[in-house]
């Protein structure tokens, strides 16, 4: 028997590299399938996962510390601030946020125009924190607890505190890179008590 020469059976010189529609259709089948179990893993609630994620809500001083207790992290807040309301929300990837709303600003506001504190849970964040610090365009400094603060030139609003063997980091936000570098170096910056 000899192998069949190029062109020759069925499908002929015009067919050769296509695959009969049924396989075709049976592919696309197959990677629809599996882009749809790939959306499901993502999205799906089994209801036994993350305690995680409340709504923008008015958090006294008391509600910070009781939320904190709660909490399997300390969730880091800059004291208290008279004439202020403690705006308090979590993601459902267990981010937490405190904003300090002056008087008149309404729970929820969208505007990015408040010093927020955010504590993440972050594996490893003092390690990334200090890779992230050797980059050009990025600042370095040491805080009290052997922590660093890490500020990037390209958002110099955001700092970022680390502390050695924790597995969370801190942002201080505020729309002022100034005043975000120094409160986030102030030694305030702490968890609720």
Do not use: H
């Amino acid at each position: 028997m000899t192998d069949p020469t190029p062109g020759s059976g069925s499908a002929g010189a015009a067919g050769r590299g296509r695959l009969p529609a049924n396989i075709r259709i049976g592919a696309v089948l197959a990677v629809a399938a599996a882009a749809a179990v790939i959306v499901w893993l993502i999205v799906k609630d089994d209801g036994g996962g993350s305690k995680c994620g409340t709504a923008a809500r008015a958090a006294a001083p008391r509600d910070l510390r009781a939320f904190a207790e709660s909490e399997s992290i300390p969730v880091y807040w800059a004291g208290p601030r008279p004439g202020f309301t403690y705006e308090l929300t979590e993601t459902a990837k267990c981010n937490v946020y405190i904003r300090y709303l002056p008087s008149g600003v309404e729970i929820g506001d969208r505007r990015p125009d408040y010093t927020t504190i955010g504590t993440y849970p972050y594996k490893n964040a003092y390690s990334t924190l200090q890779a992230l610090g050797t980059r050009t365009g990025t600042r370095v400094r040491r805080v009290a607890g052997g922590g660093i603060v890490v500020v990037s030139s390209q958002s110099p609003k955001s700092v970022y505190l680390g502390f050695p063997g924790q597995d969370y980091q801190v942002e201080v936000y505020d729309p002022s890179a100034r005043r975000a570098l120094r409160l986030a170096t102030s030694g305030r910056v702490r968890p609720v008590p």
